[in-house]
């Protein structure tokens, strides 16, 4: 299992009349923690890109336990269970200061040829750094 924990500080401009992070945030959240635990892994997204490999997200899925509040240091950790294939499954666990969980969530993208827009299977520079961390 590969773990990363990224900290984002909720904006004043993030939360909604209740004074909660407002619930659409937590895909971006959840983006720059995905981007940032894949770049400690040596993994970036620009050059996968640009070697033609992009990564749409296929599915997202989240379960609110506790709000977050303007100002909250949140950690968010990154957790990759599995190898991948054409697919990546990514979860997600995130607390506050305190380490309450606050919610819990799921993405699965998809690693696609830019040329063709069709699936194709996860980059082998990408399996052996995740080799290092899963043992299938």
């Known amino acids: 299992m590969f773990s ?4 984002v500080r909720v904006r004043y401009s993030e939360t909604d009349r209740m004074g909660y992070a407002y619930y659409g945030n937590y ?3 959840y983006e720059v923690a995905r981007v ?3 770049r400690v892994l040596g993994i970036n997204y620009k050059e996968l890109e640009d070697e033609g ?6 599915e997202f899925s989240i379960k609110y336990r506790k709000p ?4 909250d240091l949140l950690f968010i950790t990154v957790i990759i269970q599995e190898l991948p294939t054409a697919r ?11 380490s309450v969980l606050l919610n819990t969530g ?5 690693f696609v ?10 980059p082998s520079r990408i399996l052996d750094k995740l080799k290092q961390f899963i043992h299938a």
Do not use: M, R
């Open 113 to 122: 040829d830019k040329a063709t827009g069709k699936p194709k299977p996860a």
């Open 36 to 38: 940032e635990a894949l």
């Open 53 to 58: 490999t992009l990564l749409p997200v296929s």
């Open 106 to 110: 799921e993405t699965v993208l998809v």
């Open 27 to 29: 895909a971006t959240y």
């Open 4 to 7: 990363h924990t990224v900290e």
């Open 88 to 98: 990546i499954k990514f979860l997600y666990e995130t607390k506050n200061e305190q």
């Open 68 to 71: 977050a509040y303007y100002d």
